[in-house]
């Protein structure tokens, strides 16, 4: 039955949208699609039936056989049909060579007279009012001329679909179609846009025109009603005009006429366009019969009511009916994927044209049309996903705009790379005095104009995509100043990542570090980048310094989360990404080395290795990092503004935050092997038991220390390194955090000195109401669930205001003698360390050792930060203890001098000082855990 039905009738009423015999085809499309898949459902059709399949093919398939079943999917019935004997032997009078030729011949010269037909419609003052209206029929012809014309073309000469592309029949055919319909994509390209433009303009006309039908019918009927009184007036004899005579005949009848004009009804289309007909008729007749022509008034009257007639019988005329018909015959969804075979084309004549865009919107608005197809059945069963389809369509649309207009911008950015090239290594910088000998010098006229000219052609694409105006595609509302900003962020986006991914590759074979001078090659060319895209802001009318620098945060942000991934146990993907973007996505580019994602985790691990304790020391109060054998400097704090220059504030932050992940994963490395290796086997537990009773109580001397605590130390010799190693990294990075936050100070100090006092202030009034709180518990103060406290946090680490020494980085139990533990691992690396008075910090004693003192000092502080500060003053006591048996034992052997202290004090009070110095302790509280003399005879002896 249904098969019957698809067969027989015209299922879609498509056939009264086409009225002429050789547009049979393309009127039955839908049905035949339709019928084409049913005959799958009853293969004995399409294998034994062969008078059925004569009548299918002959309906349905007498010109055509390249056919879309939905939305762009097409099928070729050469290759669909080819195992099915009664439907192959149908097709082949169809694929008969004299006919396809035929066939392709006609559709070639009908483009060859609609292509120049099309474009004289379009000239300015073809498509008015009346001529429309006088000639809808021929209108209406135009437009379903084109489009059978297009979609015929643009079916069978299509390239070939996966899954007929190696069917040879199929590739002879189109190859034949090709040649004699004599197919140039852009003649087909350039009909579809005159096409689209002019749909447009006619459906947008009709639109106005039945908004306004009844106003104007009205209009034009008082019109004529009030000439007709007037006239009759004239006849009376009352208001008599020059040389006009009483005729009451004429007056009465002129009256008549009146009320015969008042009681027309637009409602009543066919009896009111008759009765009109008949009333201008017999306006002409009273003319000629009474002589009225010699009475000039009187004929003008009798024009002009005429005429109001006529605009009455065009406004009867606009119906509803040729909109419909418009958008039955307009539809373009066969060319769904189709059309992306033009886009090359498109972007070409954009490149050419700029305001070839305007052109371009009526296209694609043409292609929105294709979304009514996939809605209507949705539509009228009601369903609740109408939104969810007609949203995701809508998606795919505006991104194929998108990608079309791209061309506008990325021809821009191949502009401004001129400009950039210009600006940065040409055009010099004019000093604030110039010698009037050295202006031609400086007027450097030649390449002044050529920048010049680069950015008139840059406002040029600008002023194309601007002119697109406002357009519904679907149900979204595309703004093409937004689609300019976008596609322009889209292209800084690709630039700028690319330069940060080229600039920070790092060569692992090169004897001295690329990192500096690959920073200022990174440096100059952002700069570039950036100077020329604030030159060009106000020409493409956008807020350049913004965008600059909310996607310069955005490419690093999400870099930074990328390298991050590898220390998270719940990765963040691309789609989950807040700072991952459809519209402007964000470049992946594959990793270079083994251990970093991107270019972030690769700047990272190359400082630091260049600053690796185990060959740098570095200087506290030179703030730099020198090389151990060489003594040269490695790097110092101008370095760091390097990086600011080559990855901005967002880069700097965002290493901070790397290292800040990397510092957890080595504390928590650390704890975890302390928690499996150390505190769970029998043998250490009993011999930190030993130490610690040994060691208590902590005001006790020990009386020969050199022995007990060498004879303790020396039983963990193959743990202490692999503890030191750890450390040393932490401090390491550490060192680097806190020489990326004062660098992240100074900066926003003096880029932006009023929000750095602000959050200054603002973090010392928080920290004075939570100091307050925990003096006089009954005072409020920030909750931990309030938002405010996170929030700040975030501020206040980009802008520097933030302490890398006192942070916890991990949570901690608390674990047994580690109090012990620690301070046997410090005894044993301190005999390593000697106090160095030139550099005024603890170096290592011989090369080899391979330790930094300052790195080894803030190492051990985070270390035991992460605990109770109880655990911190029991090892300070320690500490404490261990002086004070040393200096016992060299005053009681008489081998201590007065006017110096024995090695092991000296050193161990030198990282006692600093130790309290990273940590924020006071020397009040050290002078708890040892003698303030002690401490006196110190400080002189290590500044004399």
Known sequence: MVLGRLRSDDVYNQISAYPFPEHRSTALATQAAMLYVCLFFAPSILHTHTAKMREIVDKYFPDNWVISIYMGITVNLIDSWEPYKAARTALSNTL???????????????????????????????????????????????????????????????????????????????????????????????????TAQFELKIRDMF????????????????????????????????????????NENLQSWFGAMGKQIDSLKHEDATVSGRKIVQLIQALQEVQEFHQLESILQVRQFLADTRNYLHQMIRTINIKEDVLITLQIVGDLSYAWEIVDSYTNIMQEGIKKNPSLVIKLRATFLKLSSALEIPLLRINQAHSPDLVSVSQYYSGELVGYVRKVLHIIPETMFGLLARIVSLQTSVIKELPTR????????????????????????????????????????????????????????????????????????????????????????????????????????????????????EEVSRIISYNVEQECNSFLRNKVQDWQSVHQ????????????????????????RELIRITDPKTTIYIEHMTAWYDVKTHNEVINMKFFSKITNSVGTAGLTGLDRLFSFMIVTELQNYLNALQKGVLKDKAWLEMLAVVSKGLSPSSAIISNPGRF?????????????????????????????????????????????????????????????????????SKPYPKESNPLLYELSTYLDWAGIS??????????????????????????????????????????????????????????QTLLRQFHPEIRNQFMLYLGQYVKSYMETAISSGTGKATELPNEVMTTLYFLESFAHYSGITRKTLAVHIPEPILDQYQILSTS
């Open 96 to 194: 008969d060579s004299s006919n396809v030729r035929d066939i392709s011949s006609r559709y070639a010269s009908r483009m060859q007279k609609l292509i120049p037909h099309t474009q004289q419609l379009l000239k300015e003052g073809a498509l008015i009012e009346e001529n429309v209206l006088d000639h809808v029929s021929k209108v209406t012809n135009v437009v379903r001329e084109c489009n059978v014309t297009l979609r015929w073309l643009m079916l069978h000469a299509s390239m070939p679909g996966p899954a007929w592309e190696g069917n040879k029949r199929c590739k002879q055919i189109r190859d034949q179609v090709i040649a004699d319909a004599k197919y140039s994509p852009l003649q087909v390209f350039e009909l579809l846009l005159n």
């Open 207 to 246: 639109k106005c025109l039945l908004i306004e039908k009844q106003n104007k019918w009205e209009k034009y009927k008082k019109e004529g009603v009030e000439r007709m009184m007037e006239l009759s007036e004239v006849f009376s004899g009352i208001k008599p005009l020059t040389r006009v005579e009483k």
């Open 434 to 549: 110039l010698d009037k000998d050295r202006l031609r010098e400086y007027a450097q006229l030649e390449d002044r104009h050529e920048v010049a000219k680069l950015t008139h052609s840059v406002s040029i694409f600008t002023e194309g995509i601007l002119m697109m105006k406002s357009t519904l595609v679907g149900i979204i509302r595309v703004d093409p100043k937004q689609l300019l900003e976008d596609g322009i962020r889209k292209e800084l986006v690709k630039h700028i990542a690319t330069a940060l991914d080229n600039g920070l590759t790092f060569n692992p074979k090169a004897k001295t570090s690329e990192l500096v001078g690959k920073l200022e090659t990174l440096g100059k060319i952002m700069d570039g980048h950036r100077r020329s895209f604030e030159y060009i802001q106000d020409y493409v009318n956008i807020y350049g310094l913004k965008i600059w620098q």
């Open 581 to 604: 973007s459809k519209t402007i996505p964000i470049p992946k580019f594959p990793p270079t080395d083994s251990t970093s994602v991107n270019f972030i985790g690769r700047l990272a």
């Open 709 to 777: 605590y060498s004879q303790h130390t020396s039983r963990a010799q193959r743990v202490w390194p692999q503890i030191l190693d750890r450390v040393l990294k932490v401090g390491q990075m550490q060192l680097l955090r806190k020489h990326i936050a004062y660098e992240l100070n100074i900066s926003c100090k003096f880029d932006s000195k009023h929000l750095a006092s602000a959050l200054q202030v603002m973090n010392d009034a928080l920290l004075a109401e939570i100091e307050a709180h925990y003096k006089e518990p």
């Open 803 to 860: 302490n890398p020494y006192m942070k916890i980085y991990v949570t901690t139990k608390n674990l047994e003698y580690f109090s012990v533990l620690s301070f046997l691992f410090v005894v044993s690396q301190l005999p390593k360390l000697t106090y160095a008075k030139t550099v005024g910090s603890l170096i290592s004693r011989r090369v080899q050792d391979q330790i930094d003192g300052v790195p080894f000092i803030v190492g051990v």
